[in-house]
């Protein structure tokens, strides 16, 4: 769910100038965008119908590119992939994306039935959404991102920059190694860090931890599916030695 569209956060004017909206229209607009993704939340977690999350996956495909879109370094991008590959893994899980657009306005099943095939495409799809996010995070701190060397200032580090060079480095090793072959105990450490890193901005830090919940989402979903994977392909292998 997003907040910032009812509090209004003044850097998404820049988001709504890249359609040629002026900065006191797009402070109008913010609540009406903030009370839409509220919506969308609520029925997400009460009703879940199909063609609402079609519309996350492209809304937040489309929120997540007006960063560069509108002069901020790509990685920006990256880093919000949570933003619409969750929604999208939630399609996936429940079979073919194709058929949710045949079945727009019906809600999703209560009862989700994996099969082996749906979950692998699942974890698939889930490895790269992680690997993305890490990868964008990671690619900001080597860039020195202002915000994020504010953050380690205030957390009492000495050398920002050289703090920014080191959680970069370590976070973009871990994309690489979520992408090519994940553990489930590496991912839950991967969780707590993201969780507990998030939670560091020195304004609206509640609202800036949800908006993020994508991301750590997205790493704790990966872990339960590979926890199903890892139960589903041990039950098949006790029914081949039988």
Known sequence: MESFGIITKEIWTNYFAVFGISHELSFSLMPYAGGMDILCGLLILFYPIRGVVIWLVVWGFITALLRPLSGEPFPEFLERFGNFGAPLVLLISYGNVWQHFQKF??????????????????????RFV???????????????????????????????????????????????????????????AIFFWKVASEFFYPKY??????????SYGSILALWFALLAWASITGALQKITFL
């Open 130 to 188: 992680v690997f993305f996010i890490l990868l964008g995070h990671g690619w900001l701190n080597l860039l020195e991102k202002k915000g994020l060397l504010d953050q380690y200032g205030r957390l009492g580090f000495s050398d920002p920059s050289n703090t920014a060079e080191w959680v970069g480095s370590f976070e973009v090793l871990v994309a690489l190694m979520i992408l090519i072959k994940p553990s489930r105990n590496f991912l839950l």
């Open 205 to 214: 830090e509640l609202f800036e931890w949800i908006e993020r919940g994508g």
């Open 105 to 126: 306005w019906m809600p999703l099943g209560k009862d989700l039935l994996m099969e082996k095939q749906t979950l692998a495409s699942v974890i698939l799809c889930l």
